[in-house]
C-alpha cells in the first residue's frame, strides 16, 4: 500500500506542477499583442488576396466587430448546428466577449497591380472591411496548457485560398511560443469540409476528449468531435491516446 509519505510527495507534485500550468496560462493571456513576435505573418498576398491582420481582446471590441463576429458565424455555421442553433447563438454571443478572449481579425487591404512583378501590392491607404477571423483562448484541458481554437471563420470569397490553413500555422507557432501542449479546437460532425480540412491537411485527430472517444454510445448522440495536435508526449497520451479503446 501506499504510504503517507508517498501521498503527500505526490501531493507536492501535482500542485507544483499546476501552479506551473496556471502561470503559463496566465503569461500568455496578459500579452497585449500575442502576434507581435509574428510580424512576417501579419500579411497575405497569395492567390489573388491581399490581406493584414491584427489581434483583439473580446472585452474590448468595438459594436460593429462585434455584430460582424456573430454575422459571419451565423453565415457560416446556422446550417451545420440546424435546430440548435438558437441556443448556440446565445453562447456564441456570451463567449465572443469573454476577458479570455483573444482574435485574430483579417481585413483587406487596399492594392494596384504591379507592372514589374505582375501581382497585387498594397498601397499607403488605410485597410478596409474586415474579411474573417479567428477566435481562440489559452486555458488548462486535461492538467495540461492548450491554445483552443473556438472559432475560425471567412467570408465565403476568400475561403479555397490558402488562408486557412496560414492561420492555423500562426496559431501553432503562437501555441508553441506560449509553451502551450497542444492545440484543441471544436467541430461540428455536419461540417465535412472542415473536417476534412483539419484531420486530412492539418495533420490534426480526433482527441480522447472527444464524447465519441470516451464512449461511443454518448459519441453518436452528440453532433460535435473534439480535434487536436499535441507538441509534446505527455499531450500525445492524455489527448490522443484513449485509455478505452481496446487494443486487439
Request: proline share 4%; hydrophobic share 40%; charged share 25%.
Amino acid at each position: 500500500m501506499e504510504g503517507v509519505a508517498e501521498r503527500t510527495t505526490k501531493r507536492k507534485q501535482i500542485l507544483e506542477k499546476k501552479k506551473v500550468v496556471d502561470g503559463l496560462i496566465r503569461a500568455a493571456s496578459s500579452l497585449k499583442n500575442p502576434l507581435a513576435p509574428f510580424s512576417e505573418f501579419l500579411n497575405y498576398n497569395l492567390q489573388g488576396l491581399c490581406l493584414s491582420l491584427e489581434g483583439g481582446h473580446g472585452a474590448k471590441l468595438s459594436r460593429s466587430l462585434k455584430q460582424y463576429v456573430l454575422n459571419l458565424v451565423k453565415q457560416n455555421m446556422q446550417q451545420h448546428y440546424g435546430d440548435e442553433w438558437p441556443k448556440e447563438e446565445k453562447v456564441k454571443c456570451r463567449d465572443m466577449v469573454a476577458p479570455e478572449a483573444r482574435y485574430i481579425f483579417v481585413y483587406e487591404v487596399p492594392t494596384l497591380v504591379s507592372s514589374t512583378e505582375k501581382r497585387l501590392m498594397p498601397t499607403n491607404e488605410h485597410k478596409n472591411d474586415v474579411v474573417g477571423f479567428v477566435h481562440y483562448r489559452f486555458i488548462t484541458e486535461e492538467e495540461l496548457p492548450v491554445l483552443y481554437v473556438y472559432e475560425l471563420q471567412l467570408e465565403p470569397r476568400i475561403q479555397g485560398k490558402g488562408l486557412g490553413k496560414f492561420l492555423m500555422q500562426l496559431l501553432e507557432l503562437i501555441a508553441r511560443k506560449n509553451c502551450m501542449a497542444a492545440i484543441v479546437l471544436t467541430v461540428q460532425k455536419a461540417n465535412l469540409s472542415a473536417m476534412f480540412f483539419y484531420t486530412s491537411k492539418l495533420g490534426y485527430c480526433i482527441s480522447s476528449m472527444s464524447p465519441s472517444r470516451v464512449d461511443p454510445l454518448v459519441g453518436l448522440r452528440k453532433n460535435y468531435e473534439i480535434l487536436c495536435k499535441s507538441f509534446d508526449q505527455e499531450a500525445k497520451n492524455k489527448f490522443e491516446v484513449s485509455s478505452n479503446l481496446s487494443l486487439s
